[in-house]
């Protein structure tokens, strides 16, 4: 049973940092991209970060560049997502996600609040 579960969420004043992470099992995870995404109230899902399986490559969304930072653990089936310098405007639900040629797996999310 393929499970991705995201963990670190919570509410941080503007400035802060926030950890999250994503526990995968079912899969070989060494295997797949990984990325994050998020999504505001009222607003579409949008890409965050991505490290590629093969070579730990990353991208990130121009809003993010610079304030995050996506690493993954293959030993621990684990991907990360280090958010420094946190906005108000960063405030969504944070998703992980699992994809290769073949399979993509989402998690159920976890709330981020940047608010004073």
């Known amino acids: 049973q393929v499970q991705l579960v995201e963990s670190g969420g919570g509410l941080v004043q503007p400035g802060g940092s926030l950890r999250l992470s994503c526990a995968a099992s079912?899969?070989?995870?060494?295997?797949?991209?990984m990325s994050w995404y998020r999504q505001a109230p009222g607003k579409e899902r949008e890409f965050v970060a991505r490290?590629?399986?093969?070579?730990?490559?990353?991208n990130y969304a121009a809003s993010v560049k610079g304030r995050f930072t996506i690493s993954r653990d293959n030993a621990k089936n684990t991907v990360y997502l280090q958010m420094n310098s946190l906005k108000p405007e960063d405030t969504a639900v944070y998703y992980c996600?699992?994809?290769?040629?073949?399979?993509?797996?989402w998690g159920q999310g976890t709330q981020v609040t940047v608010s004073s």
């Open positions: 079912g899969f070989t995870f060494s295997n797949f991209a």
């Open positions: 490290i590629r399986s093969a070579d730990t490559v990353s």
């Open positions: 996600n699992a994809w290769s040629r073949v399979e993509n797996y």
